[in-house]
């Protein structure tokens, strides 16, 4: 199966609209798209502009939440058809953060999946185990429960396997753990959608850095990275970009 890798970038709570110069940069390398799919996710206010100024550069623009229903009265939410409506192609649904500092739980990240699909977004469905569920066993189970009950009921995702203890750290699992994990995945979005699942790309995130991608992005099964501290920096993501 031939799958597009993707690379995309989280900027988390970061960036200013200064920061669009490191999206120039990295437009200017690109030039029009090369030979994987990037997406850049800033914070809510400079999508938009991001959009605005990477038209027509191969570079998506997509945000790191969304609500789940079409509007009402949600105060400091944001609807998925809003970011459509401004050119955001994707959105980054149940990362760790948002599940640890706000309680989102697998059923509230697969409604706000189905309001992204409904509204034309990629979600981008983020799962993956506590250091603590990886040191009694529970990797694996964790995440396949994750996954059962965060994913939509149609097979237009891109899943990212981020293991909580390895955003931010500098500390990466090893390569037959990565492996293992993917392969499970697989099977799950197989036996979940059938055929389809075979097309869905699965991200690598959790300390993705210039130096340790092109391994990383080798392994069976990972088609593409999710990228923090590293995207918000242009040399970096785009030396992550041509290691894809
Ligand atoms: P880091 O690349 O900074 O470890 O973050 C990974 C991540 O959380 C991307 O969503």
New binding site residues.
Partial sequence: MNRTPLVAG?W?MNGLPDSAAELHKMIGALKGGGHCDVLVCPPFPLIATFVHDSVDSGIGIGAQDCHFAEAGAHTGDVSAALLAAVGASAV?LG???RRADHGEGDALVKAKAEAALAAGLMPVI?VGETEAQRDSGDAEATVLAQLDGSLPDSAGVVV?Y?PVW????GRVPENSDIAAMHHAIRQAVVGRYGDAGRAIRLLY?????PGNAKEIFAIEDVDGG??????LKADDFLAIVAAA
């Fill in positions: 989280n988390k980054i990362h760790s953060e983020c990212a981020e390895a955003i931010g750290t995130g959790g300390s993705v850095k999710l990228i923090g501290g590293a995207s």
